[in-house]
């Protein structure tokens, strides 16, 4: 009886308690990273109209000047732990215009944008009045530079009705949670720590600070490291192409990302990559669409929306979900929207100039007719296939423009019976938004020469995703086109590098089916779909991870008190900045995931074309130069991710170039010696030839050694001491041509297999090699020639004290 009456009286003692972490737990905030706080500090304090445009040094100073007060604090007290009124006294006056007396105006805005930008999640509210409901003691412990009295003034600004049992900052005891603060909770507040909890999202501080006091922890993770890579790469990308802008603000789009993420259930990879960054483009660029109707509508104007098929997919869904309004699928692509608006041959010479390759019957199923001409005309070409520019500028000598005006017609009268049966109350609508991802607005310029050739008086507006504005000039008056990435949002270059890597999204958005080639009445005839069984998959699943983010994303932002679409401008640099990180700095989970896909022409072929062909971009580099290789037309069509896969760092490369942000000055080669090669002809003799040794801005070394067909060259010796006598040989590559600017500029480049190359006296293991003697050399088999012309160029990475 004894021992169950201490048991009791022990039991009775046991004080249990749930200690609540605040920023980055308790409380969100609505900007990209902590230090937006400080960006935005700048913005309400007068420094911001005394000293304009300068948010980057404000924001640097602001954490330099912790950063000292903190090294002073360890060196003086023994403890980092400092107030914000000590941290700014470390801050540059001077340099921004202000003297010391201005500190607590200083303090004041930093408070104020605390109050502006942070947010009681919702999550950590209920679990924090569960504990107090189930008598749980409940309270705070923070890691801050504002006192007490300021987080209580920061808390209930975010919750009015809160109460707590303590509350402890960090800065009032001069300890952090990773030293004894916890200590200190615990014996204050006759706390039992094997009964209590600590929710928090700091590794150190939170969760090993928690379980060296005997804390039982509860880990709230910000993002999950992948996430959190991905963001980094947002954010770099952010600040190199929306420059001038603050980099910091997002109205929240970062912390909604990371709110989903933290809700949503574990799926596939395809999904994951949905949800955290396909899904936050396309719901941004839903609220630009519902933003163009907007401004088209108007009294007495009725306003319809057509999403352009195929790759208006996935933004019609989405729409679809969250808007529950009237709105089109439209079947239409280039081919046929510009041969329906022929009414000359040029339409039609426009559309093939396009096309890379195409063979006869390819050309009679896009026009239904098949020209005694025109069959010569492919007959002359190897295995019937001829350039698509060639044809083009043949055409209006091979066949009648009568004979393209008359299927024009056609078409454009089945063309214009799908419109009627698929937009409601087409003939009675005045606008016609017509939402796409875009580019130079090809289909609504086609689409308007239909609508005038039939006189049909509905003005159209392109709401694009990416637009190509100077394209838009020429829009008809009364029409409009206007891109939610516009070249204001980023630059025209850095526009381009997005759009040449734009395949991958729109395979990702794309439809299951093939691509239109004709209609029935109401009925649309496609071409059959040549992507995999496997690709199609891989593209419902990404598509279902953006829906589900779309779907969740009103609820959390509602939660959180969010409103990430508030400002256009603000919101089309952060998607362009999230998508320009999928198509320019994949990681190595999404180049694998995606680099398998294909991408179908829709030109009128069945080609594939792929995504990633990484041996393409070392032989361009090989032979032409890092500058030349990031210019490559496609195929690849993920150009970025077959840098990327290369390595990360060809892939940021590739993206400084992209953005105008590449110095050949820096990157480009330049000679830094001549070698003495040999030329070895069939009949045994043999020529010694100077060659350039070039160094490139990697620490490369390339030469280039031309050759005529008339010197009958059968083997190239390279003498490997005389310039490199070990590193790695990345490859041999062979252009060839009938003029000698035309072989160096190729893009047909063909690269020497490794083990036809012949060592004499040269230890090679993979790309690695060690000449063993002076006389050491690497023998190059030169093929039998077709041109008059070949270049051959090899790459070297010289290693040690090799270089000559």
Same mark, same amino acid.
């Given at each position: ?47 911001? !109209? ?23 604090? *360890? ?108 200590? *200190? ?25 928690? *379980? !060296?006091?005997?804390?039982?922890? !509860?880990?709230?993770?910000? &993002? ?37 993420? &933290? ?28 933003? !163009? ?60 100039? *396009? ?73 009675? $609508? ?32 392109? %709401? ?6 100077? &394209? ?11 891109? =939610? ?106 180049? %694998? ?22 041996? =393409? ?39 400084? =170039? ?13 000679? $830094? ?6 030329? =070895? ?124």
């Amino acid at each position: 009886m004894t021992i169950a009456t201490a048991g009791l009286e022990r039991r009775a003692q046991i004080v249990s308690a749930w200690s609540f972490d605040v920023f980055d737990t308790f409380l969100m905030r609505a900007c990209t990273t902590p230090d937006g706080v400080f960006e935005r500090a700048y913005e309400l304090s007068s420094i911001s !109209r005394t000293c304009p445009d300068v948010s980057a040094s404000f924001v640097q100073h602001r954490i330099q000047a912790e950063a000292r007060a903190r090294r002073t604090a *360890k060196d003086k007290r023994g403890a980092s732990e400092v107030r914000i009124d000590e941290i700014y006294s470390y801050f540059p006056f001077r340099l921004f215009a202000l003297t010391r007396g201005h500190l607590s105006d200083l303090v004041e805005s930093e408070f104020a944008a605390e109050l502006e930008l942070c947010r009681a999640n919702p999550d950590m509210l209920r679990q924090y009045l569960d504990m107090k409901r189930a008598g749980h003691r409940v309270g705070f412990i923070s890691d801050t530079y504002w006192d007490s009295a300021q987080l209580a003034r920061l808390l209930r600004a975010c919750r009015p009705e809160l109460t707590w049992d303590f509350l402890y900052a960090s800065c009032d005891h001069g300890m952090s949670k990773s030293e004894t603060l916890f200590a *200190k909770y615990l014996a204050e507040e006759g706390i039992d720590a094997a009964s209590s909890f600590h929710v928090g999202d700091n590794d150190k501080a939170d969760i090993r600070g928690a *379980k !060296r006091h005997g804390i039982r922890p !509860r880990y709230y993770p910000q &993002a999950t490291p992948q996430l959190a890579s991905k963001f980094q790469r947002e954010t770099a990308l952010f600040e190199l192409l929306c420059t001038c802008a603050p980099s910091r603000l997002d109205h929240g789009a970062r912390t909604l990302r990371r709110m989903v993420a &933290a809700r949503s259930v574990e799926k596939s990879p395809a999904f994951h990559l949905g949800a955290t960054v396909l899904g936050p483009v396309m719901t941004a660029f839903d609220a630009f669409i519902a933003g !163009r109707c907007e401004e088209v509508a108007g009294p007495d104007r009725k306003v319809a929306l057509a999403f352009l098929g195929r790759d208006g997919f996935l933004p019609h869904r989405i729409w679809h979900e969250l808007r529950g309004t009237t709105s089109a699928y439209l079947e239409i692509n280039r081919r046929v929207s510009l041969i329906a608006s022929a009414d000359t041959m040029q339409p039609l010479c426009d559309l093939l100039s *396009k096309v890379f390759k195409i063979d006869a019957p390819t050309f009679g199923d896009i026009v239904k007719i098949m020209p005694p001409k025109v069959a010569a005309f492919f007959a002359d070409f190897p295995d019937g296939i001829a350039p698509g520019e060639d044809l083009a500028a043949a055409l209006p000598e091979l066949m009648d423009s009568g004979e393209i005006v008359a299927l024009a017609a056609a078409l454009r009268a089945r063309l214009l019976a799908y419109l009627r049966h698929t937009i409601p109350d087409f003939d009675d $609508c005045t606008d016609l938004v017509l939402a796409d991802l875009g580019y130079s607005g090809s289909v609504q310029k086609a689409l308007r020469r239909v609508l005038d050739l039939e006189g049909v008086k509905i003005h159209l507006h392109g %709401a694009y995703l990416l637009s190509l504005d100077d &394209a838009f000039d020429d829009v008809a008056e009364g029409d409009s086109a206007a891109g =939610f990435i516009s070249d204001l949002v980023v630059t025209p270059h850095a526009k381009r590098m997005l759009i040449r890597n734009i395949a991958l999204l729109e395979q990702a958005c794309c439809s299951a089916d093939g691509s239109v080639r004709d209609y029935d009445g109401d009925r649309v005839l496609r071409e059959i779909n040549p992507r995999p069984a496997s690709q199609i998959a891989l593209a419902a699943e990404l598509q279902a991870g953006a829906l589900a983010f779309a779907e969740a994303a009103d609820d959390v932002a509602l939660d959180f008190c969010l409103n990430p679409y508030a400002s256009p401008d603000v919101a089309a640099r952060w998607c362009a900045a999230t998508l320009a990180r999928l198509l320019l700095l994949p990681d190595e989970d999404e180049l %694998a995931l995606l680099g398998g896909m294909k991408h179908d022409v829709n030109l009128g072929t069945h080609a594939l074309a792929p995504m990633l062909d990484v041996d =393409f971009i070392r032989d361009q580099i090989t032979a032409r130069g890092l500058s030349a290789a990031c210019t490559s037309a496609a195929p690849p069509m993920w150009l970025a991710g077959s840098f990327a896969q290369l390595s990360p760092s060809h892939g940021y490369l590739y993206t400084l =170039f992209g953005a105008n942000r590449l110095p050949a000055d820096v990157f480009e080669e330049h000679p $830094c010696g001549t070698v003495q090669i040999g030329l =070895f002809r069939a009949n045994g003799k043999a020529t010694l030839e100077n060659v350039t040794v070039h160094r490139t801005g990697l620490g490369e070394l390339r030469l280039r050694i031309p050759l005529l067909r008339t010197m009958g060259i059968a083997t190239v010796a390279l003498p490997l001491p005389k310039f490199a006598a070990e590193g790695l040989l990345h490859g041999v590559t062979v252009q060839s041509g009938d003029d000698i600017r035309d072989v160096a500029e190729s893009q047909d480049v063909t690269s020497i297999a490794a083990e036809s190359l012949i060592s004499a006296s040269v230890q090679r293991n993979g790309a690695y090699y060690r000449a063993q003697n002076e006389d050491a050399c690497l023998l190059i088999p030169v093929a039998a020639m077709t041109h008059d012309i070949a270049i051959y160029s090899i790459a070297i990475t010289p290693m040690g004290s090799s270089t000559k």
